[in-house]
Structure formats: structure tokens, C-alpha cells
């Protein structure tokens, strides 16, 4: 029912072959056959510059080259070799040697699958770009690392050290490790996190795919797989796994949700990415408790909207957000990673209390903490850098490594940018127009906004002060 074609040949095949079929082919009761329901048209694939591929440009790239890469003399060879312009031969070359000084290195099937998904923008033209490319290999080698890491929490550093060929033997205990027969476990807040923006991934997906999107697909995939998978819940799992105090049901619903996540991964991308996630997928699917031959022949994943949980996405957006305050601290104040800092939390209200008692383990250990304490109204505040999470103000004390005059810098800047915000606010409020039309609960939510950038910038002043009094 579908027909995949490039928008420069529409007219003269496309159009051609509807009109022969529907000639020539008819049904019993003598109706024309429509031969295809739906065309995707495809973009031209150009060099970086945009210029149309062709031998005489030299601008060519073989699809088998970048996937099992090619040295330099055999590019050039097989860019200047037999040429209808031989006297070309000799700018092309030089052309090819500043391009690639050391030929093309070997990207993989999977790396260039995703590049040219992640680029197709229905209709439009494609500018090759290596770094792409690149790119996306290292995404291809974030899963296979991720799998690998989720094989050693299962099996152990000696069982996959000692595999096989690559493949780990599964054993009854690994799978009970996980809880694939049935065994009691413990859902922690990152794994009904994980689980639920699973739900929402393998909703994203399937709907650009059933549209055709596969660039959207590609980035959701990306985003999903790199970002909260691999970056945000494989750190929260260590915590869990690693903790001593940790009961066994607790890690067991850990492991279990590493694995059968994983899994839905590989099911997921594998129309995209089909060889890496085939072959990991055999590693892993006795582990998610799946079974068949091939990844190919089982069921796509369907999203279940009963396992969202937006209250363990708030949460560890909260989490999320704190983290990320400490380590733009690190990284402003050129902080080593590994130093512990103290931490303290001022003006937060009920929900921060409860977040920071619940979560106080995947702080300590992410945020690389030595102590963690509440502000109460009238404590005086230590010299410190100041970060903002809603209303609650994240405090890293640095008392031997603020440099005052780069702090109020940041501050001011800080401030400006509120200052823009609440100008456009109030210039929003004060429109006759705006105010007249809009209805009251639209109204009531902008000034709630003007209310909280005021008082943010009140705080940041505040903290000026403060520092500049030191």
C-alpha cells in the first residue's frame, strides 16, 4: 500500500504507474485498481554544501564506505579513477584529501540507518553531514555500553568478563535476580519514573512512525535512550544497587526494571537501529522473561497508560532540577567532580521537604553531598553560590572558594533576565486589550507570574547584599 520515491521522479513513474494500473488492472465488478494508497516522497541526499552527488563533482560518498569504512588511497582511487573528466581528477583529489585526511573510518549499519532517519524531514533535501554520523555512532555505542552495564548488575563483573564470545550463560539465579518467575519485588521512585516515561516514549513513536516521521521518531528514541535512560536512571540505580541496606525485594525491582526497560529499548528502535538491538536483544530477553528467535518476530511495544505515574515524574523532575543547580555550581566555580560539598535548602514548602527526605540517598550519592540540612526562617546563611529550583533556593556554602566580584556578576545577569521577564508581564497586563478580552483565569495566572518573578528578583538582590557585605 505504500510507495517510497523521491520527489524528483513523481510525475514521470508515480504518476505513470496509477495510470497504467488503474487502465489495465480491474476487479470482478470491472472497478480500477488504485496500485498504492500512500506515497512517501523522500528528499535528495547532497553533500554538506548542498551541491547534488555526482562522480565529475567527486563529491560522492558510498553508503559501504562509511559503514566499513575506507582508507585514504582507496577513496581517492575510487573518486578519481575512470573520470569522463580526467582533468578534474586532480582538484577533486586535493578537495578529497582536506576532507578526509585519513579516509573514512568504519561507522556501522546501525550508525548510518539512524543518521539517515534522524535527518528526513518529509520532502526535504539532505545536506550530509559526517559529524552526524559520528554522532550517532556514539549513541549506537551509549546502548551497547548501557546493555553491558545492565548485564554486570545482573550477572556480575566475572560472569561477563568470562562470557563467551560476548554472550552471557543465563542461569536460574540471574533470573531470579530480576524477578522473571515471580519473585516479591520493590518498585524505588526512579523505577516507576523510568517505567512511566517509557509509556510516554513508546506513544511518541509509534505515533511518527504511523505519520511517517521518522526523524521525530529517531529524536524521541534519542532523547529517551540517551538522556533518561542511560544519563539519569542508570546513575539512580546504583544508589539501590549498591546500597548495603538496600532489602533484596528492592534491588530484585530494580534489576527486573533495568532489564525489561532495556528490552522494550531494543524492541522499540529496532526498526531503526535492527542490528545492535537484535543482537543484544538475545543477550537480555530470557532476563525481561521473552522468548522467541529474532527480536523481528516480536510485538512492537504499545504504550499502557495505566503505568504513568506523573507523580514519580514530578519528583524526579524535582531531583532532576536539584542535581542539575549543584553541578552548574561545580562547573561555574571549576569544583572537581568528586569533592563532597555541603548542601542546604531554604524557603522550601511542604512538597520540596517531602521530595528532599524521600530522595535524601539519590542526592547524596549524585550530587556528590557530605551533608544536607534545612534553612529555617532567621538562620543566618553562610557565604554561598545560590540556585534557584521553583520557589526553594538550593545553597552550596563556599567558603573558601567564592570569588565575590564573579558572583554578583551571575547574580545581576540573573536579575536582568527576570527584570525582561517581569517587564513582559506587566506590559501584558497593562494592554487594555489583553486585559478586556482575556478570560479571568488567564489574567489571574500572568499576574501570578509577575508575584514570583518579583520575588525572585527580591531574593537574588537580597543575596547581592549579602555577598558584597562579606
Not at 496509477?18 to 523522500?42: E, R, S, W
Not at 554520523?133 to 556514539?138: A, I, K, M, P, Q
Not at 536582568?416 to 506587566?426: A, N, Y
Amino acid at each position: 500500500d505504500v510507495l517510497v520515491t523521491g520527489f524528483d521522479i513523481i510525475f514521470f513513474w508515480v504518476a505513470r504507474m496509477i495510470m497504467m494500473t488503474m487502465h489495465f488492472i480491474k476487479d470482478d465488478d470491472g472497478k480500477p485498481q488504485v496500485p498504492f494508497k500512500t506515497v512517501y516522497v523522500t528528499g535528495l541526499i547532497r553533500d554538506e554544501v548542498g551541491q547534488k552527488m555526482s562522480k565529475s563533482k567527486g563529491n560522492v560518498l558510498d553508503p559501504l564506505d562509511m559503514i566499513d569504512g575506507i582508507l585514504l588511497d582507496d577513496l581517492l582511487e575510487k573518486r578519481t579513477g575512470n573520470m569522463m573528466q580526467p582533468q578534474l581528477a586532480e582538484k577533486i583529489g586535493k578537495r578529497t584529501q582536506k576532507e578526509f585526511p585519513e579516509g573514512i573510518a568504519p561507522h556501522g549499519t546501525d550508525a548510518l540507518r539512524f543518521t539517515l532517519a534522524a535527518m528526513a524531514s518529509t520532502g526535504r533535501d539532505i545536506n550530509w553531514d559526517m559529524k552526524r554520523l559520528e554522532g550517532y555512532r556514539n549513541f549506537c555505542n551509549k546502548l551497547w555500553n548501557a546493555s553491558r552495564y545492565v548485564m554486570l548488575s545482573v550477572a556480575g563483573e566475572e560472569a561477563v568478563e568470562n562470557a563467551n564470545g560476548g554472550l552471557i550463560e543465563i542461569t536460574d539465579a540471574m533470573k531470579a535476580a530480576c524477578g522473571v518467575n515471580g519473585e516479591d519485588a520493590a518498585l524505588s521512585l526512579a523505577d516507576r519514573w523510568i517505567i512511566s516515561r517509557l509509556q510516554r516514549a513508546e506513544s511518541e513513536v509509534r505515533r511518527h512512525m504511523d505519520q511517517y516521521r521518522f526523524d521525530m521518531a529517531a529524536q524521541t528514541l534519542y532523547e529517551f535512550i540517551w538522556n533518561e535512560y542511560c544519563d539519569w536512571y542508570l546513575e539512580l540505580s546504583k544508589p539501590v544497587l549498591w546500597d548495603e541496606n538496600a532489602t533484596e525485594e528492592e534491588k530484585r525491582g530494580t534489576r527486573g526494571t533495568l532489564v525489561r526497560v532495556l528490552e522494550a529499548i531494543l524492541r522499540l528502535a529496532h526498526p531503526i537501529i535492527p542490528f545492535i538491538t537484535e543482537s543484544i536483544w538475545h543477550q537480555v530477553k530470557d532476563l525481561a522473561g521473552k522468548s522467541g528467535d529474532t527480536i523481528m518476530l516480536a510485538a512492537y511495544p504499545e504504550a499502557q497508560d495505566a503505568l504513568i505515574d506523573a507523580e514519580a515524574e514530578a519528583d524526579i523532575e524535582w531531583l532532576q532540577n536539584v542535581i542539575t543547580a549543584v553541578r552548574n555550581v561545580r562547573a561555574e566555580k571549576n569544583i572537581a567532580p568528586g569533592f563532597e560539598l555541603e548542601l542546604q535548602f531554604k524557603n522550601g514548602g511542604d512538597e520540596d521537604f517531602r521530595r528532599a527526605e524521600e530522595n535524601q540517598a539519590f542526592l547524596m550519592k549524585l550530587a556528590k553531598l557530605n551533608k544536607l540540612t534545612w534553612l529555617n526562617e532567621g538562620d543566618e546563611e553562610p557565604m554561598s553560590v545560590t540556585q534557584l529550583v521553583g520557589d526553594m533556593e538550593v545553597l552550596v556554602p563556599m567558603a573558601g572558594f567564592i570569588d565575590k566580584d564573579a558572583e554578583v556578576a551571575r547574580l545581576t545577569k540573573s536579575i536582568d533576565k527576570l527584570g525582561k521577564d517581569l517587564e513582559r508581564v506587566q506590559n501584558k497586563l497593562g494592554n487594555p486589550g489583553f486585559v478586556d478580552k482575556a478570560p479571568e483565569v488567564v489574567i489571574e495566572k500572568e499576574k501570578e507570574k509577575a508575584a514570583g518573578f518579583e520575588r525572585d528578583i527580591a531574593k537574588l538582590n537580597d543575596q547581592i547584599e549579602k555577598i558584597k557585605a562579606l
